[in-house]
């Protein structure tokens, strides 16, 4: 899914961010600019908060109407988790802005499919996105061999971890499946939360969790031979995951009871990290930008650590991958010149992105290849190295897959769903599997499994 | 002769002109009628019959989307939710409701005060409601860890929101939390206006308080009553609000209801077709509450 309420707080506390960075200025002067000259393009943002939004107006929206001989950028910001039924609301009606994001590749297949978004090859051509965007990238974006969405806001999960609390434990970061068992124990039996976690506030992160555990348990290779359709989801190797998180929850690991895994909220569970009543999280990189906020109280600090391999064979630093939007080209746009003018401004000028990406951290994360040094002496050295970390890994195929990026929306709901039935005992680790299996088999025969990127390890 | 039909013809001129007129007053409603309610339902019943995404056409697929929702295990389950939502509060509330005003109709001081006290609840946005009894109920941080450190340890660590057991019921408490000071309202309108001499020919008669309320106020109120009972029944059939802001029909569908099981349907599956056919259920199944309670009134009940 899409917009987690996670998110969302963060881009709204993001404006504190935003508006101490003060990079208006030297994004003023990053000028960029293409074939966009005059006319209007209308864009729906999903960026929420008075700071970010007067930032993106003052150091996006205005740089790019200057640099584009006067193209009026009309910028409408949309809540995030209406987006979708707005762009399809407006696109039912032969309407829409010019500009269409969506919530990933699976909703961007059903637009192409509908004929409602325009080819970006040409684009692509005139501004050199081949050259400036991570190949993997573009390969997402393309159906039946013509490029229609550019894959945006890069995403993967993380562990993060209260760095005072490990310290004074003598704890390290796990790196292997004993490792992470053996500190889980330790910390529960001191009386902390080994994961700090929940979905309380929001019912469908639980997706969060199959995604961690078939990637590094099952594995990113075996994740793309059953997302390609070569084995079923019913393997064994995936109900093996399966039960293993369902163990740890019921160990009350995870939020500390089941039923506290159910009930507890963003804010609660952060502020356990921050406290130091819990000792990790499992969570999305989106998390980056407000997880200051919760060690303010404690004073304690934090870092985060590659999620480990719960299985021999599994790649140590891997990075699922998450697509938190598309951009694209509304087929009946007025003027799909200056969208696409826009679109290349946005994402694949690497100095702007990287300002851009400091200014609401790894929020708005565009598909570029970063080092470390690309980004702004502003950015925390955590959140500069995790963008790097990600881009690096993704460029060398040392990535996984995210359950809201690369499975169809009713597979990606029946694991919303069915999930929570397996903790509550309703149905087993292999029934879930099995009705997954059948859903996902019914989907890819109807064609809307979006397009699978093959990892580096993929035979 | 002629004067009578020349007066005949004036009158009859005068009721095509107020005739006239009533429509002409009319016309905008009708036209936002139409636009509005008839337009999209026309198109619901349409969509029932196919299956849509809701983008790019739609495929006719007759009584399909009716068939999957007999068979659909989730559907059964949800609408079960429904009922057991139903019956809580055509008692809770309402119960409160009945007790609340008799109590306020016995006292004059201070009444205004606990009228508006009762009424707050009701004004109040549901989000911020929800919002309010996710932090009260919060298993590690609500009232149960707070009078667990005055050594009343009984609600410490429950969740109410997160345990299949309790959801539904604790969701239908927040929601009649802010539901019944406005039932306590109505009754207490109604009370009002029984005769009061109703109530001295019965003290007479030696009527106690429990037959006085039986057989004087009941009945003196009973149209308010079976107001509040068919707007009971039609809203908690519709009911959407509370659940999807706090539960969303977790955890594992414990609190799933229709309405928040159609949502989904329509908004994260994209089976805007099979989400129409569940909504026309719906629309079905409360038209089927006014129509029983028309016959009956047809047959001379009085409600």
């Known amino acids: ?459 | 002769m002629a004067q009578g039909a020349a007066k005949s013809a004036s009158t009859g001129g005068l009721r095509r002109r107020r005739l006239l007129s009533a429509w002409l007053f009319m016309v905008p409603l009708l036209v936002v009628n139409l636009l509005v309610i008839l337009g999209p339902s026309v198109a619901t019943v349409y969509y029932s019959f196919t299956e849509w995404s809701g983008i790019g056409p739609a495929e006719w697929v007759g009584l399909q989307n009716y068939r999957d929702i007999v068979a659909d295990v989730d559907f059964w389950s949800a609408l079960l939710h429904n009922l057991i939502w139903t019956m809580i509060f055509l008692t809770v509330p309402i119960g409160m409701g009945l007790l609340g005003a008799f109590l306020l109709s016995q006292i004059t001081r201070f009444q205004m005060i606990f009228r508006v006290l009762y009424f707050i609840p009701y004004v109040i946005a549901s989000v911020v409601n929800a919002a309010l009894w996710q932090n009260i109920l919060d298993p590690s941080r609500g009232i149960g860890s707070a009078l667990a450190t005055v050594g009343i340890p009984f609600l410490d660590g429950v969740s109410f929101f997160g345990s299949e057991r309790l959801a539904l019921p604790a969701v239908a408490f927040v929601d009649n939390w802010h539901w019944w000071g406005f039932v306590v309202l109505l009754f207490l309108t109604a009370l009002q206006s029984v005769d009061k001499e109703l109530y001295e020919a019965a003290k007479m008669d030696g009527a106690n308080r429990w037959q006085q309320f039986i057989n004087v106020t009941i009945p003196g109120i009973r149209a308010t009553l079976v107001f509040v009972v068919l707007i009971t029944i039609i809203g908690s059939l519709l009911v959407f609000d509370y659940i999807y802001i706090i539960t969303q029909g977790g955890p594992a569908g414990a609190s799933e209801v229709v309405g928040t099981l159609m949502y989904k349907e329509a908004f994260a599956r994209f089976e805007a077709g099979y989400a129409a056919a569940m909504g026309l259920g719906l629309s079905f199944m409360s038209g089927l509450v006014i129509v029983v309670f028309l016959f009956l009134r047809r047959r001379g009940w009085e409600i």
Request: charged share 20%; hydrophobic share 40%.
């Open chain 1, 1 to 459: 899914m899409h917009a987690h309420i996670s998110r969302r707080q963060f881009l709204a506390r993001g404006g504190k961010a935003a508006l101490g960075v003060g990079l208006a200025g030297s994004l003023l002067s990053g000028c960029g600019g293409g074939g966009g000259g005059g006319g209007q393009v209308t864009y729906w943002s999903n960026l929420e908060g008075s700071g970010p939004q007067a930032y993106f107006k003052k150091s996006i929206e205005k740089p790019f109407e200057k640099a584009n001989g006067g193209t009026d950028l009309k910028v409408t910001f949309q809540p995030p988790d209406e987006m979708d039924r707005l762009v399809r609301t407006a696109l039912q009606g032969g309407e829409g802005p010019d500009i269409i994001m969506t919530p990933g590749p699976a909703y961007a297949q059903e637009y192409i499919d509908a004929n409602l978004f325009a080819e970006l090859d040409d684009y692509s051509s005139e501004y050199k996105w081949e050259d400036k965007l991570l190949g993997w990238a573009l390969d997402l974006g393309r159906y039946e061999d013509k490029l229609y969405a550019i894959p945006y806001q890069l995403q993967t999960m993380l562990l993060y971890y209260n760095k005072t609390l490990f310290e004074d434990k003598g704890m390290a970061p796990p790196k292997n499946r004993d490792e992470l068992e053996a500190m889980a124990e330790e910390l529960q039996g001191q009386g902390i939360t080994p994961f700090a976690a929940g979905i309380g506030d929001d019912p469908a992160a639980i997706e969060w969790f199959p995604t961690v555990f078939w990637n590094h348990y099952s594995g990113p290779d075996a994740l793309y031979q059953a997302l390609t359709g070569e084995i079923p989801f019913s393997d064994p190797i995936f109900v093996e995951a399966i039960d293993l998180f369902n163990s740890y929850v019921q160990k009350g690991w995870f939020g500390g009871s089941q039923e506290k895994f159910f009930s507890n909220g963003f804010d609660a569970l952060h502020a356990d990290l921050g406290d130091g009543k819990a000792g990790t999280n499992v969570e999305g990189s989106w998390f980056l930008a407000t997880i200051n906020d919760y060690f303010e109280n404690s004073g304690d600090a934090w870092d985060w650590a590659p999620l480990p391999p719960l299985r021999s064979g599994v790649p140590a630093e891997l990075y699922e991958l998450g697509i938190g939007s598309t951009l694209s080209v509304n087929g009946r746009a007025e003027n799909a010149e200056g969208a696409a003018a826009f679109i290349d401004y946005l994402v694949a000028d690497k100095k702007r992105a990287a300002e851009w990406m400091a200014a609401v951290p790894s929020a708005f994360n565009a598909p570029l290849p970063f080092s470390e040094s690309d980004f702004p002496s502003s950015m925390d050295e955590r959140v500069a190295r995790q963008l790097a970390a990600l881009s690096q890994a993704t460029n060398q195929g040392n990535f996984g897959y995210t359950a809201w990026t690369f499975w169809p929306s009713k597979s990606d709901v029946y694991i919303q769903e069915e999930m929570q039935k397996v903790l509550t005992g309703d149905i087993t680790a292999a029934e879930f599997c099995r009705g997954l299996d059948e859903q996902f088999t019914e989907e890819r025969k109807e064609g809307a499994v979006p397009k699978i990127i093959k990892p580096g390890g993929a035979a």
